[in-house]
């Protein structure tokens, strides 16, 4: 009995041996004690106040929305959502170029999903050179002007460390495999990827597309983590925000489409009030963060520059006015303003 009993014994052992070596390095460096995360949490504290007004994050280029996220974290995944013709890849893309031109340690990734290399291009061109992208389709020179804006534009973007994928039909494995190979060869500050409904995942089984939505989102968040940077995932929300008198999106337009806000650290819905008021002169762009796991939820504003494909920062006095102007004062001697 006491042979059996030994021989148990050695098998457990050996057992919880083969448990222990199955552990990697990254599962132990993974798994904290509660002193452990006091410690973790009192450092980071201290760095972030020793550091007070400088962004803990990576710098958008957006100063209203960098105030309310404090830049964009590592491992964290941003959901930007809107309706077509809010902006969503301009705002991603001009972020993509500002953490590109700023952080030049590490390299930008950029997967779009949508548009082919010569749309990306010359929507790139537009932005840098502040070329009109309708003058580079129609392949206007505008008496050599262009030419000129272009030579200079390329001169700006000389050193920036940034990778575009146009690759119409990605898997989020394949979307894995290429951030790891950039992040090995170049290092990694930032993937963009232009949009999560078009990721393809056609050899897999779902039983409908809330639950295709819902794994892929998951994904998004675990490769977030794996990489250990900022991941801006643009989606789609469906036509019930236009059927309301306010038409701004809301965290209630995404229910329906999985578990992408569980899934995010911050969702953020692009609208442009001058798109549905067909006001050419409202180019106010409102950046409507309404989740933020680590922050408050709020509205940053910027300025839509469709004809370069871009957005750009603004000064609180152009808020104001054009608050001001969307609703003027109800009776003389009053004073219009936000209505937030």
Known sequence: ASRGYGANEAIANFARQLDEMALSTEDNEATFDTLELMRIGIQEFDRRYRNQGVMVGLETGLRSLDELMMGLQKGSLYIMAGRPGMGKTAVSMTIAENIADRYQDGAVLVFNLEMSKEQLALR???????????????????????????????????????FTDVRATLSIAQIRAKARQIKNKHGLNLVVIDYLQLIDESGRKFKDDTARVTWLSRQCKILAKELDVPLIVLSQLSRECEKRSDKRPTLSDLRDSGAIEQDADAVIFNYRHGYYTKDNTDDMLELIVAKQRMGETGTAYACFQGAYSKAVDVAEAYVDAIWRKRNPPPVQGKQGGRKL
């Open 124 to 162: 790139a061109l537009a932005s840098v050179a502040e070329v009109s992208l309708k003058d580079l389709q129609k392949g206007s020179d505008d008496h050599g002007q262009n030419w000129t804006k272009l030579n200079n534009g390329l001169g700006k973007s000389m050193g920036r460390k940034m």
